[in-house]
Nanobody, 124 residues
Framework: QVQLVESGGGLVQAGGSLRLSCAASGRTFSSYAMAWFRQAAGKEREFIAAVNLSGRNTRYADSVKGRCTISRDNAKNTLYLQIDSRTVEDTAVYYC?????????????????WGQGTQVIVSS
């Protein structure tokens, strides 16, 4: 079992970059494919990006491709998400998730463990 805690959210202005972190504890972090999802008020949970065990393979939702970067540091048991050129449409609760497999998918149901989420509010 792995425990996940997100951080880095808050109230930010549009434009610029924001980096979210997800600290993992418990079972070996490098055993899990990892992903970021987000959920805006009144909307379904949306896949953003996933990364495989080693960090060499990533996948992104078309809606964020070119503007978000997912990465992981297995030595620090931490997952990251950088969001560039923030817009108000990025306002949401951001969740990290872990899947005990080599490659992470894009469906939330594939993931076994979730953090509590970190709120990001982007103002114009």
């Amino acid at each position: 079992q792995v425990q996940l805690v997100e951080s880095g959210g808050g109230l930010v202005q549009a434009g610029g970059s924001l980096r979210l972190s997800c600290a993992a504890s418990g079972r070996t972090f490098s055993s899990y494919a990892m992903a970021w999802f987000r959920q805006a008020a009144g909307k379904e949970r949306e896949f953003i990006a996933a990364v495989n065990l080693s960090g060499r393979n990533t996948r992104y939702a078309d809606s964020v491709k070119g503007r978000c970067t997912i990465s992981r540091d297995n030595a620090k048991n931490t997952l990251y998400l950088q969001i560039d050129s923030r817009t108000v449409e990025d306002t949401a609760v951001y969740y990290c998730a872990a899947d005990l497999s080599e490659y992470g998918g894009s469906r939330w149901i594939e993931y076994d463990y979730w953090g509590q989420g970190t709120q990001v509010i982007v103002s114009s």
